[in-house]
């Protein structure tokens, strides 16, 4: 199938090896995402960067620890659909939200295998994305209108990306919770 400039492939493909099941294999996605050039261009194209997915439950855990071990407060917290917001959190709210969305994560996406969040860099991150796992779109293919993260984890300035859909009541409840904001 040929892909034409502002479609999407989300795909995630399970490694087999002689056994049947999942390996410790990773795999590279680049999201070409069609969306509306904001004003912070650094912002918008490390958004539509490289990507390589935790596959494995391990693989996140791995990811988790390594934002928790850079020890920094350069971090921002953005959910698609609210306002980005203006200043980086703390590392404690840092810590607490990686807690809240990993439980989050392992409990709505009831599978062996994660495959829902993505590192520029899994071992040094600095920009995260976090798929809902409630609104995963096509589980693998092609689309003109690709699912956005749920939430970004990034050490730049969040600028606002427009929702291609309404946040639902729980997730907007959750967020609300966690920062206190609409």
């Not at 071992?123 to 809902?132: S, T």
């Not at 589980?139 to 639902?168: E, F, R």
Request: with cysteine.
């Amino acid at each position: 199938m040929l892909v034409t400039p502002g479609q999407y492939r989300l795909c995630f493909r399970v490694f087999r090896g002689p056994n049947p099941g999942l390996t410790d294999s990773l795999v590279q996605t680049k999201s070409d995402m069609n969306t509306q050039q904001a004003e912070k261009p650094d912002y918008m194209s490390a958004f539509r960067g490289s990507f390589t997915s935790a596959l494995k439950w391990p693989n996140l855990d791995a990811l988790w620890q390594a934002v928790r071990d850079q020890h920094s407060d350069d971090w921002y917290i953005y959910a698609i659909g609210h306002e980005p917001p203006e200043s980086p959190v703390s590392q404690s709210k840092l810590a607490e939200f990686i807690t809240e969305i990993d439980q989050l994560l392992r409990k709505e996406h009831d599978h062996d295998y994660c495959g829902i969040v993505y590192a520029d860099d899994l071992k040094q991150p600095a920009f995260i994305k976090i798929y809902d796992p409630n609104n995963l779109g096509v589980s693998c293919g092609y689309s003109d209108n690709p699912p956005l993260p749920g939430w970004v984890l990034s050490k730049l300035q969040p600028v606002d990306v427009p929702a291609n859909q309404v946040v639902p009541g729980n997730r907007r409840r959750w967020w609300q919770r966690l920062f206190g904001s609409e």
